[in-house]
């Protein structure tokens, strides 16, 4: 359902996606973790078709975000680390645009909104201006518009911030229900028991390479590791470091 | 899948969502403060009155030259819209640029499946609303007042204003085509130093544009229409067929004048060109975006071309490399802190670390930002070549009444100058700063300490400026040591009057929602400063003109004259300046002041 083939992202000299390979498949539940700058929102924002790579393709759905952007995104839904909502909409009016904006009919729309708000517990904000929200609410709001239009794929950076207990474990089990269901889900996030609780497989990008992917005891047994997975990421990521000592030619003892 | 939307139907419902939260915004602004309604209204009315007025009178008064009249209205008409042409030009790529790069809902639309003509369209249209509605705003009175001296029909004005849309419409494509062309092929430095040579170029043209002619006595009395002719001849370039603004002025006067065959023509011709860029906008640059805006994301440096540029890239490289984890001989790689030559210079000057932090945040901001130096730049470049014009005006100086005026006409131009540039960037700098409370609010030095430097440090820096004008005009106009003495007093006065009009007034209505400065700016405390300077700046330099210690006729006023007028001048900037600035300290002194309402 998302595949990338050797996607390569350049920020001028930096290289901040390089070569990466990796398929996706439809109803899996896969998160990728990383250290920051790493190139996790790079990979994100090309699988979201917000940056064109520059070398290689990204394909969702079977279509490719460059050449057939519109079919890519239909099936899509993204979600950023910090969601951009129109302040001044309500919660309600919010959800209608973006379903609206995806080619759903009202009917549509409020079957989705009847299933969704009451799980995200939104109906006590739903006709409040957005501006008045907690950042907590907004990000449930972000997510349930995101889900609305039931896609097929689902692209999230960061869901858990801002949220409570008590909703991180609905968005959890949202997805998880999703994903039972057949919708794919690529997920990023720097806490490695999110990724643990809830991935089908994980992939750990650093310094802008795929350096391990596969179930979590694939990757305690690639890290030669055992217990949470947060020792298998220090491994790897660490190993990583040490295996490729990057010593400047012109760098300072 | 679902069905994507067509491009108009994806740009209806941007354009409802955008426009229901326009107008609850506004109804927000009523219904917060009903004093802050009524002043805006009020305001607004009383510019549109006394701007209505004004152009009533000028208009009047030059149509009242015998035989020349309507010829120079119709000369000022050109002038006005080619210039206002330029500007409109200069502000819908400033716009342009950040509502397609540098916007959140831009951003949000690129992930749905929503098609990019849409966005394109949308975010166009609101960036050409956003760059010309001071445009409309200013030539809505001068239209109204050349209808009423003209006499025209009641249809001139619905006429005027389609056309005045239409006008706009085609600096708007041009801002969008030249914000994707710079989104395309220019990084922030290669943009910066195009910027600079643009605006060079702008003064360049200026300084020679504005030099004048010698005329003599003969000349005038003998010759007048020899004379006016040579004159008129330098606005010429405002009537060429090829500007969009010639169009309009011909069409505008066309109508006015009941030559509607001419308006017809000419206003057919701009409609032509607004709906052919307008529909090339909108279509094929609507297609150059997503690579425009990936290209905004990930560029290499144009200049990374040249030899020394790379080798100064790959040691810098290497060196952020050792601190990102290198190992140099089996040792970890010390990281590369280079030295910091702008906080070195400040100690020099013997100032505390936090104000040194502060000062040097700032100006690499000012710097980084090139909206700020560029506006900067232009605004106080345009004086510069005027005063240098100054010398040309060698008959004039002779007379001591010509060159009283023209010092204090440019010791108010110098202000009007720099309170433009301190509502611009001085106002906001406090609501900037409020949304980053964590960081300056809660550091030792607290906020009040925070507001204080950062008064300071515009108010020095701008002084620099103002007062090496006042010295380069007081030069040229041959005033003498103590006359330029006199000038650069009064100046330096009123630099740190307006500097504390705009920062004080920045902490007493701050808006600590918005992120963007020109957003800041427009709401209410903007507009309050803009004004409250505009006024101080006139009764400023008018009660210094009449006590003027050289006087304006033959005999010099009486010294206590002289001083009592210089006396209500600090007394004026006290009142102006220091009484914001003081309530501003007292009210940056109190917990939660930074909360967001």
């Not at chain 2, 802050?36 to 030259?65: D, K, N, P």
Request: hydrophobic share 50%.
């Amino acid at each position: 359902m998302i595949e990338l083939e050797r996607v390569a992202k350049h920020f001028g000299d930096v290289r901040a996606v390089d070569g990466i390979t990796l398929t996706v498949r439809p109803g899996e539940f896969f998160c990728v973790l990383g250290p920051n700058a790493a190139g996790k929102t790079t990979t994100i924002k090309m699988i979201a078709g917000l940056i064109r790579p520059d070398h290689g393709h990204v394909r969702v759905g079977g279509f490719d975000l460059v050449t057939h952007p519109i079919k890519a995104r239909a099936c899509l839904a993204y979600v950023p680390d910090f969601p951009f909502l129109y302040e001044k909409l309500t919660p309600w009016e919010f959800l209608r645009f973006t379903g609206q904006l995806f080619g759903m009919d009202d009917e549509a729309i409020r079957t989705g909104a009847e299933d969704l708000v009451p799980r995200f517990h939104l109906a006590e904000w739903l006709h409040k201006p957005i501006d008045g929200l907690s950042h907590g609410t907004r990000q449930r709001v972000a997510i349930a518009s995101a889900l609305l239009h039931d896609p097929k794929v689902f692209v999230i950076d960061e869901p858990m911030v801002g949220l409570d207990p008590h909703h991180a474990r609905v968005v959890k089990d949202i997805l998880r229900e999703r994903v039972d269901r057949g919708m794919t889900v690529f997920l990023s996030t720097h806490q490695t028991s999110v990724a643990e609780e809830m991935a089908d497989r994980v992939g750990i990008i650093h310094r802008g390479r795929l350096v391990a992917e596969g179930t979590p005891s694939e990757l305690h047994a690639q890290a030669g590791t055992n217990g949470a997975l947060e020792s298998a990421f220090l491994a790897i990521t660490d190993g990583e470091r040490t295996a490729t000592p990057e010593t400047p030619p012109g760098g300072r003892a | 899948m679902n069905a994507p939307r067509s491009a108009w139907e994806g740009f209806l419902l941007l354009a409802r969502a955008n426009g229901l939260c326009a107008w609850r915004r506004l109804g927000a602004m009523g219904g917060r403060s009903r004093l802050t309604a009524l002043a805006t209204a009020l305001f607004v009315a009383a510019y549109g009155l006394i701007a209505f007025s004004l152009f009533h009178l000028g208009l009047r008064f030059v149509m009242r030259f015998p035989g020349l009249g309507s010829l120079m209205v119709e000369r000022l008409l050109f002038l006005l819209f080619a210039f206002l042409m330029v500007l409109l030009l200069l502000s819908n790529v400033v716009i342009a640029y950040g509502n397609l790069f540098r916007n959140r809902e831009a951003a949000f639309l690129a992930s749905l499946p929503v098609p990019v003509e849409a966005v394109f369209t949308w975010k166009v249209l609101e960036g050409t609303i956003l760059a010309s509605w001071a445009f409309v705003f200013l030539v809505a009175p001068l239209l109204a007042a050349y209808g009423v001296v003209q006499r025209v029909p009641w249809h001139f004005y619905p006429f005027a204003l389609v056309l005045v849309a239409l006008f706009s419409a085609i600096p708007g494509a041009f801002g969008a085509a030249t914000a994707i062309a710079v989104a395309r092929h220019l990084d922030r430095k290669a943009f910066q130093v195009g910027t600079l040579v643009v605006v060079a170029v702008l003064v360049a043209v200026a300084a020679r544009g504005l030099r004048t002619e010698e005329i003599t006595d003969e000349q005038l009395e003998a010759r007048a229409l020899a004379v006016v002719d040579r004159l008129l001849s330098n606005t010429r370039a405002a009537q060429s067929p090829w500007l969009p603004s010639q169009w309009l002025s011909a069409s505008i006067q066309g109508w006015g004048e009941g030559a509607l065959r001419t308006a017809a023509f000419y206003g057919l011709v701009l409609a032509a060109h607004s709906l052919f860029l307008g529909r090339l906008a909108c279509s094929y640059l609507a297609g150059a975006l997503p690579a425009a805006a990936s290209a905004v994301h990930g560029r290499a440096s144009p200049m990374a071309r040249w030899q020394w540029f790379r080798r100064r890239e790959e040691r810098r490289r290497n060196l952020a490399g050792a601190w990102a984890g290198g190992v140099v001989d089996g040792q970890p790689a010390r990281p590369w802190l280079p030295r910091d030559h702008l906080d070195m210079a400040l100690r020099w000057a013997g100032l505390r670390p936090e104000t040194r932090a502060i000062i040097a945040k700032d100006a690499r901001m000012f710097w980084r930002d090139t909206t700020q130096w560029g506006q900067t730049v232009l605004l106080f470049g345009l004086l510069a070549g005027y005063i240098i014009n100054l010398r040309h005006f060698s008959r004039q100086l002779d007379s001591g009444f010509w060159v009283s005026l023209v010092s204090y006409l440019n010791l108010g131009a110098c202000a009007l100058n720099l309170a433009t540039l301190t509502t611009r960037f001085v106002f906001p700098q406090f609501s900037l700063e409020g949304r980053r409370v964590w960081l300056i609010g809660l550091a030792p030095m607290g906020l009040q300490r925070a507001v204080q430097v950062k008064f300071w440090t515009a108010s020095w820096t701008t002084l620099a400026l103002t007062v090496g004008l006042t010295v380069l005009s007081g030069g040229i106009l041959r005033l003498g040591p103590a006359r330029i003495l006199y000038f650069v007093a009064a100046t330096a006065v009123m630099t740190f009057t307006l500097n504390a009009i705009a920062t004080g007034l920045g902490v007493l209505f701050p808006n600590l929602r918005e992120t963007q400065p020109a957003k800041i700016v427009s709401g209410f405390g903007g507009t309050l400063c803009l004004v409250l300077s505009f006024v101080y700046i006139v009764a400023a330099v008018v009660v210094l003109a009449l006590g003027s210690p050289w006087g304006w006729r033959e005999e010099p006023p009486h010294p206590s004259a002289a001083a009592g007028a210089w006396l209500l001048f600090v007394l004026l900037s006290v009142l102006a300046g220091w009484l914001p600035l003081r309530l501003a300290f007292v009210r940056a002194s109190r917990p939660g002041i930074t909360e967001v309402r």
